[in-house]
């Protein structure tokens, strides 16, 4: 049976695929293989990989917590619509590995001055270029890795030891090939394996808050106020919070406790 993923292409549906990703959102066994088999009874040739989602979601929500995480890819691409919220977030991220870093700073080139979305430093030094997408079935190009490259030759002197492409989607062959062929590093959606971003991620559960389905006003509150992870949100206490973001203390504390679920 084949099914048509958001880019419009076809591909083979795949049971075992649904599983295991519905196994990875914390789902127990017993529910991934009755969700799986519901959405096989349930689809027909050309069902939409847009249905599929939905259906999956909509039986995890029985399951406190499992939904959310199932939601991660598209709670990404609800940090937007522009990219700032995914640097500030990917930032926080690289925090907790043990980085220090810098957001949206200038930095003379040979000539012209160049924006670098992060600067990131452990032991040696990057230069992060970040390629946000807000849209399911779009793929990070060659493009941006070109991009990222000549950044990195042109701010040499600055003695940055590799450039750093992240992207919250899949990346085409040809970004990944050139990427290797001249040591930019790249971390997107499932790439490279074990220290793509959602391993990063789920590693230290390192959810953002847009996993939390909230409305537009009480994303941009906490978003605004620099709240982008879960773990912040847990951290600050209701008053803090109602102080920095005016949302309903009824409303934090509801919050508050979704992210618990989801983190334990």
């Not at 649904?18 to 050309?46: C, D, F, Q, W």
């Not at 990222?148 to 919250?168: G, S």
Request: net charge positive.
């Amino acid at each position: 049976m084949k099914i048509i993923k958001a880019s419009g292409n076809k591909e083979t549906f795949s049971s075992k695929k649904i599983y295991y990703s519905i196994l990875e959102s914390g789902a127990s066994k017993s529910l991934a293989r009755k969700i799986t088999n519901k959405v096989k009874s349930s689809i027909k040739e050309n069902s939409t990989t847009e249905q599929i989602y939905k259906l999956i979601l909509r039986e995890l929500k029985k399951q406190p917590g499992t939904a959310e995480k199932y939601n991660l890819k598209r709670a990404i691409m609800d940090l937007g619509p522009a990219g700032y919220a995914f640097e500030k977030y990917f930032s926080e991220i690289l925090n907790y590995y043990g980085y220090k870093t810098k957001i949206g700073i200038h930095i003379k080139g040979k000539r012209i001055m160049h924006e670098v979305d992060i600067l990131a430093v452990n032991e040696k030094k990057f230069m992060i270029e970040c390629k946000y997408h807000n849209e399911n079935g779009i793929h990070t190009r060659l493009q941006p890795a070109l991009a990222a490259y000549a950044r990195f030759l042109d701010l040499e002197r600055h003695k940055i030891d590799q450039p750093w492409l992240v992207t919250n989607t899949r990346c085409t062959n040809d970004a990944t090939n050139y990427a290797k062929g001249v040591n930019l590093k790249i971390t997107g959606w499932k790439y490279p394996k074990g220290e793509s971003l959602n391993n990063l991620i789920e590693n230290k559960k390192l959810y953002p808050i847009t996993v939390l389905f909230l409305e537009e006003a009480t994303k941009q509150a906490l978003l605004t106020k620099g709240i982008t992870l879960l773990k912040t949100l847990i951290e600050k206490t209701e008053q803090e919070l109602f102080k920095l973001t005016k949302i309903p203390i009824k409303e934090i504390t509801r919050l508050k406790e979704n992210a618990k679920t989801i983190l334990n």
